[in-house]
């Protein structure tokens, strides 16, 4: 049914149920208002899109919905779905009046959460949800805080840029599982409890200084880019790093970390390993096998490549190991000079690795000369 006025939209809240779908026609608001009324249950959506008038929208009394897309409404400010128990999917983009709105307290079940390009500073009337296919919350400059105390499973959420200014703190308490986390300017990231992320745990560009998984055993792929505060690693229990699809560790550009020490218990890697930045110090004393390539590079003139070079020798890396050192500008697997050695290969799919438990990586001569022993 298309809504072209209050009538239309009063007639929808006089049923208990509407069989359906409801879509808004522009200019349909009288006043600046818009309300459903009653109406408990809609079979299908509602959308509602590039409306410059309306300035509120009320669906007080809904309790299940299909699909629900606002988008293009550039006046509201006011977005009420107080009763709300579940919904397909949420789809709330391009809404710059809207600072907040009011999903109650019996909010539990959703698909796809979209929150995009708003002034919501506020979406904790969603927290109270247990079961979430994914999230999409970026470009809502004001938004402080997102916590979902209550949800254990997740597949994608991709946060952020939020609130730029003075950041995003993140708090999933019970998550255990999900299929891929992207992190982006936030200022505290807290994820306890989980376990396993099918495919990427990414933190980009993040105001952090410090961040760790400490139950986290196995994920897809790790990377933990451009984050200029962060001072501090920690991966405890993560054994393998193995997806067929990407399967890469990498950890470049974060300026202050200068020791990377929190993978104790890291063995294998099915891609590649990249560490870049200004690190003194790298260890990864478990390590057994990486079935792409290694590079390292690093700003320190003190950092020693000789044991890294010598891990395609001793088969624990698969691919090239490069290293360099004194790199003005590190960047990884493109290095820009310095000093270092390499060697080139490619990954074998016949190759078995020799279990070496080689020292961590560090400084120290009396490190290299045992690890040269051992590759003796």
């Keep these: 049914m298309t809504v072209q006025n209050q009538g239309d939209a009063s007639a929808i809240g006089s049923c208990t149920t509407f069989s ?3 879509a808004i026609a522009t200019g349909a608001s009288s006043g600046g208002t818009l309300d459903l009324g009653n109406v408990q249950d809609i079979t299908g959506g509602i959308e509602y ?24 409404l550039s006046a509201l400010s006011s977005l009420k779905f107080s009763s709300l128990q579940q919904a397909a999917n949420l789809n709330l983009e391009n809404l710059p009046a809207l600072q907040s709105f009011d999903f109650g307290s019996d909010f539990g079940k959703v ?11 506020d979406i904790s009337s969603l927290s109270g949800a247990s079961q979430v296919t994914s999230l999409i919350i970026s470009d809502n400059q004001f ?10 499973s997740l597949g994608l959420a991709d946060i952020g840029p939020n609130n730029p200014q003075n950041g995003l703190e993140l708090d999933f308490p019970i998550l255990t599982t999900a299929e891929s986390l992207t992190f982006r300017n936030a200022t505290s990231i807290s994820t306890p409890s989980l376990t396993n992320v099918t ?4 933190l980009y560009g993040n105001k952090i200084d410090s961040y760790g998984a400490p139950n986290l055993t196995w994920c897809g792929a790790l990377v933990v880019n451009d984050n200029a505060q962060l001072t501090n690693l920690s991966f405890p229990t993560l054994a393998n790093i193995n997806s067929t699809s990407n399967g890469t560790l ?8 200068t020791t990377i020490d929190g993978f104790t218990a890291l063995k294998s890697v099915i891609g590649n390993v990249d560490f870049s930045g200004n690190f003194d110090t790298l260890k990864l004393g478990a390590l057994t096998n990486v079935q792409g390539a290694m590079f390292v590079d690093t700003s320190s003139n003190s950092f020693d490549c000789s044991p890294i070079t010598g891990l395609q020798g001793s088969q624990v890396v698969k691919g090239a190991d490069n290293c360099t050192s004194n790199d003005a500008t590190p960047s990884g697997t493109s290095g820009n000079g310095g ?3 390499g060697s080139s290969g490619s990954a074998s799919s016949s190759g078995i690795a020799v279990p070496l438990e080689f020292p961590s990586f560090t ?11 051992l590759l003796l």
């Design 20 to 22: 359906g779908s409801v």
């Design 49 to 72: 899109a590039g409306d410059t008038a309306v300035q509120s929208f009320s669906a007080a009394s809904l309790r299940s919905v299909g699909d629900v897309n606002m988008t293009g």
């Design 111 to 121: 698909g796809v959460v979209t929150i995009v390009n708003t002034d919501v500073n």
């Design 143 to 152: 938004l402080s805080n997102i916590s979902f105390p209550n949800l254990d």
């Design 199 to 202: 495919n990427t745990l990414g």
């Design 250 to 257: 990498q950890v470049a550009n974060n300026t202050k970390l």
């Design 339 to 341: 000093t270092g050695t």
């Design 363 to 373: 400084t120290g001569a009396g490190l290299f000369g045992a690890l040269f022993a």
